[in-house]
């Protein structure tokens, strides 16, 4: 207004939190965001009928599962993410349509988890 900014009485509760908690909130509105992700819609040839908040919930478990503190090859990792925890997208994930096959080939799949921004 008048060319100045003011936090609104929400947004100065927010701040006030720790940072840990503005994070975790953050993560879960993320999480639950019906949107897609520009980051990911980018490599998708048809980013209809993903459940995002579902397919978000898996890439983090997947991340989760991840060793810390150990060198992992990229060039293996999906392939040993996806024998350990089943595919990255399947009817889960892409809840919103009729699936007769898995939604990615293991190629695309591999390009969206390599895709993934930093947790």
């Known amino acids: ?12 509760r927010f701040l ?12 879960q509105q ?3 965001s019906p949107t897609p992700d520009a980051w990911l819609t980018r490599i ?4 209809t009928g993903i ?12 991340v989760a599962a991840l060793p810390h503190h150990t060198d992992v090859a990229t060039a293996t990792l999906y392939p040993t993410l ?3 925890f089943g595919p990255l997208a399947n009817a889960h994930t892409h809840g919103y349509r009729h699936v007769h096959r898995a939604p990615w080939q293991p190629r695309r799949a591999a390009a969206v988890w390599h895709a993934a921004p930093p947790r």
Not at 4 to 10: G, K, M, N
Not at 44 to 47: E, G, H, K, M, R
Not at 51 to 62: E, K
Request: charged share 10%.
């Open 51 to 62: 459940d995002w908040p579902t397919l978000r919930q898996r890439l983090c478990a997947w």
């Open 16 to 27: 006030a939190q720790p940072a840990a908690t503005q994070q975790h909130a953050l993560h």
């Open 82 to 84: 996806a024998a350990a």
């Open 1 to 12: 207004h008048h060319h100045q900014c003011r936090t609104t009485a929400h947004g100065q």
């Open 44 to 47: 998708l040839p048809d980013a």
């Open 30 to 32: 993320w999480l639950t």
